[in-house]
């Protein structure tokens, strides 16, 4: 019986092991510490003053120097998740802004509705270095049309689903 446990017990273990590494390998402190450092040397986007994005950089510089591979990896996946999420909505703001300078120009049918939307545009051009929730925020809140273009058009909807997204842990 005892036998049998511990068999058992051994195949779940090399079963848990294939599973977690389905190319049979482990990742190696080195391989993530080379994926940390590729990270914080080879940044994307608008990372430039960017205060949040400054913070997760500082802590994978600590996190790099720690022994314990698995908060290491853990760290970064968050750091991809949080960055990939950011790279997205800033992709998101570009779009937008490229958007309302189209509505400005074939769209606006007064010199209210102009101002309107050069001021949708600043304001989402300057969430650009903001955090992820205020990118989120900034997004929301210039998606709106010109009150005084014409009734009955939503050009919100073109958008602004799903800006409010959890699946990130920061």
């Given amino acids: 019986m005892n036998r049998k446990l511990i068999l058992t017990v051994l195949a779940l273990g090399i079963f848990a092991e294939i599973y977690a590494y389905p190319n049979g390998e482990k990742t190696t402190e080195a391989e993530v510490n080379a994926k940390i450092e590729q990270a914080i040397q080879n940044p994307l986007g ?25 908060k290491k990896e853990k760290f ?24 309302l300078e189209k509505e400005v120009h074939t769209s606006a049918t007064s010199v209210e509705c102009i101002r309107f939307y050069y001021s949708q545009k600043i304001k989402i051009e300057a969430a650009l270095t903001d955090t ?28 602004y689903g799903s800006y409010y997204d959890d699946d990130y842990d920061y």
């Fill in 46 to 70: 608008h990372f430039q003053n960017n205060k949040e994005y400054e913070e997760f950089v500082e802590q994978l510089e600590i996190i790099k120097s720690l022994q314990d591979l698995e």
């Fill in 76 to 99: 970064y996946k968050n750091f991809q998740k949080y960055n990939n999420r950011r790279l997205e909505l800033e992709r998101d703001i570009e779009c937008r802004a490229k958007q």
């Fill in 132 to 159: 992820n929730a205020q990118k989120e925020r900034s997004l929301l809140e210039n998606s709106e049309p010109c009150p005084a273009s014409v009734a009955g058009v939503d050009e919100s909807d073109f958008y």
